[in-house]
Nanobody, 117 residues
Framework: QVQLVESGGGLVQPGGSLRLSCAAS????????MGWYRQVLGKQRELVAG???????NYADSVKGRFTISRDSAENTVNLQMNSLKPEDTAVYYC???????????WGKGTLVTVSS
């Protein structure tokens, strides 16, 4: 059973920055996909940033140029650096990984990001 724990969420003013971190129970390099998603109450969860096994990244159009997804081998985490935050970025952010051996998806419990002034 893969366990994921997100951290780093909080309240930030527009234009500010936050760094989210996802700690995994297994090696982050054993997964073929890692991603950050976000969800607003009453709406569907959407992909914000994804990182494939080969290192290829993809981002939602709304966050391109502002968010960066990365892996930290020393901390065994998947991180999301969020800059130039906007009120519309307010959401619960979730970490997800996919295991290549059984093609299953695992989710963290989420961390709340609130952008307001």
């Amino acid at each position: 059973q893969v366990q994921l724990v997100e951290s780093g969420g909080g309240l930030v003013q527009p234009g500010g920055s936050l760094r989210l971190s996802c700690a995994a129970s297994g090696s982050i390099f054993s997964y073929d996909f890692m991603g950050w998603y976000r969800q607003v109450l009453g709406k569907q969860r959407e992909l914000v940033a994804g990182l494939g096994r080969t290192g290829i990244t993809n981002y939602a159009d709304s966050v391109k140029g502002r968010f960066t997804i990365s892996r930290d081998s020393a901390e065994n985490t998947v991180n999301l650096q969020m800059n130039s935050l906007k009120p519309e970025d307010t959401a619960v952010y979730y970490c997800k990984v996919r295991t290549p051996w059984n093609d299953m998806e695992y989710w963290g419990k989420g961390t709340l990001v609130t952008v307001s002034s």
